[in-house]
Structure formats: C-alpha cells, structure tokens
C-alpha cells in the first residue's frame, strides 16, 4: 500500500520560492521514480519533474529549467521540488507521483498519485 503526501504549497509572489515535499507511506521510496506534476485551472496536468529511483537522473520541463530542482532525502522518505523565481504561470496545484519501474520516461502514466498541494504566485 502506497501513499504520497504532499506539503509546502501556499501564496508567494512572483520571484519568491517554495518548498513543496513529498512523503511516502507504506513503502521504501527510494525504490521508485518520483515526479512532480501541475493542473492549473481549467487546463490539462503537465509534468514538471521526475526524479530516478536511485537520484542518478532528473528531468525537467523547458518551463522550469533552471528555477526547479527536484531532488530526495532517503532518510525521511521524501521527494522535494525546491521552486525558485517563481512566476504567476506557475500558479497550479501540484501533484507527486511515484511509479516501480524506477526510471522516468516522458508519456509514461505514473502508477500512484497524492491528492495535490495548491501553489499560488501572486503580487
């Protein structure tokens, strides 16, 4: 049984940062592949982040290069998106999502899925 808890959303303004973190449950979470996705409202989810089972390799959309930097913490059990310069466009709830096969491929549907935490850039 696993379950994904994500955490540190909130209100920033443009050009402030973010901490969202990942949590698992019922599993070793460093046996899959984490990602991080995005809905804003009214549009379809996009993917932001992935990171590797082992943390060898991580993906990025071309939106957040270079702003985003996922990465893990085996000891805690926990995914982290450490957002940076943070625009309104990236104004969303986001998502973590985990999948066995442990490596990220772009278009692969990721088996487990948290409820989301709501991210919101504002002035």
């Known amino acids: 049984q696993l379950q994904l808890v994500e955490s540190g959303g909130g209100l920033v303004q443009p050009g402030g940062s973010l901490l969202l973190s990942c949590t698992a449950s019922g599993v070793t979470l460093a046996n899959y592949a984490v990602g991080w996705f995005r809905r804003a409202p009214g549009t379809e989810r996009e993917g932001v982040s992935c990171i590797s089972a082992s943390g060898a390799s991580t993906d990025y959309a071309d939106s957040v290069t270079g702003r985003f930097t996922i990465y893990r913490d085996n000891t805690k059990n926990t995914v982290y998106l450490q957002m940076n310069s943070l625009k309104p466009e990236d104004t969303g709830v986001y998502y973590c999502?985990?999948?066995?096969?442990?490596?990220?491929?772009?278009?692969?549907?990721?088996?487990?899925w948290g409820k989301g935490t709501l991210v919101t850039v504002s002035s």
């Open positions: 999502a985990a999948d066995s096969f442990r490596l990220c491929v772009r278009g692969y549907g990721m088996e487990y």
